[in-house]
């Protein structure tokens, strides 16, 4: 794509199925570092990653060949094989444009996640984020 020039930074949150609580503290990093290596490969840069045990929180970098959704899709289809047989993610997920000015506070919110969720839990904090962002939403489908 000659002359494409592009800087689309996102904030991706997604959730485990119902919301369980499924990835081990044990397994956190391993899983974070096989995402990476997703997005990798399908040449998606990771500013950061993190989450707790019923979601994930991704910023990256999504180069305009690749739509979000088919991103998201691989991201959630290689991650749930990897983590086995009874490992689901839900099937929707939240993203958020960042302009560069805030990248650093986005960054800081994902690595202080679990000092964030002493104060509220994953359906709180995600309803506030649509919220925040103005996304317009009826509460009875935004986790069904």
Known sequence: ????????????????????????????QRLWGYIV???KKEGIFVREIGGMKD??????????TIALSDAILT?????????????????????FSVSASN?????????????HHKKMNFDEEFLAMLKKHGVKFDPKYVFG
């Open 75 to 95: 991201i959630k289809g290689s991650s749930s094989k990897w983590m086995g047989q009874k490992f689901q993610w839900q099937r929707g997920f939240g993203a």
């Open 37 to 39: 290596g997703i997005c």
């Open 1 to 28: 794509m000659a002359h494409t020039l592009v800087q689309n930074y996102i904030h991706v949150v997604f959730s485990t199925k119902d919301r369980r609580k499924t990835i081990p503290k044990e397994s956190e």
């Open 103 to 115: 990248i650093n506070a986005v960054i800081r919110y994902i690595r202080n996640q679990e000092a």
């Open 55 to 64: 979601h994930i929180h991704l910023l990256i970098e999504l180069p305009p």
